[in-house]
């Protein structure tokens, strides 16, 4: 059985000691997203929002949410991102976005948390940007479905 790497001996929190790992090139993909009325929907993409570029703020919502991850989340390490690119897909039935955020570093570290912290963010920044209009907006499926890098290799999840 796997071991929990955060909890020391007694159970305790504990950061992980990397400094014996070797530097890699890291990379992560995370996916999610917003949920809204068809109406909701039309009006980002038609960008008709009282508020602007829905999506323009949320991807750069999403990149400072990447870089912050380490303030937001106990006993993730800083890292040094050399990338980050967020996405978004606007599909019907439901209505709703996909976002994909794709996070690259080079360091001793996986970039997972950074990817899912984007995502998460960029969703947020787009429920504030419209909540006046649509309330019921649900963020969802947040998953990471892509990892690369490290000792542990590859790891590919459901898109």
Not at 35 to 57: N, Q, S
Not at 68 to 88: A, K, Y
Not at 92 to 103: D, S, Y
Not at 133 to 150: L, N, P, Q, T, W
């Amino acid at each position: 059985m796997t071991e929990f790497t955060h909890f020391g001996s007694s159970g305790d929190a504990r950061m992980i000691d990397i400094a014996g790992k070797d530097a890699t090139r890291r990379t992560a993909t995370a996916l999610g997203s917003v949920r809204m009325l068809p109406d909701t929907l039309k009006m980002i993409t038609e960008e008709k929002t009282h508020k602007g570029d829905v999506l323009g703020v949320a991807r750069l919502a999403g990149i400072m949410g990447a870089k912050q991850t380490s303030q937001l989340i106990p006993l993730c390490h800083q890292i040094q991102l050399t990338s980050v690119s967020i996405e978004f897909q606007p599909l019907m039935g439901p209505a709703r976005i996909e976002i994909k955020a794709t996070v690259t570093s080079t360091g001793k570290t996986g970039v997972e948390m950074e990817a899912l912290t984007a995502v998460s963010v960029a969703a947020l920044a787009v429920y504030d940007m419209v909540k006046s209009v649509d309330r019921a907006m649900e963020i969802s499926d947040i998953r990471v479905i892509f990892k690369g890098g490290g000792k542990s290799g590859r790891f590919e999840g459901r898109e």
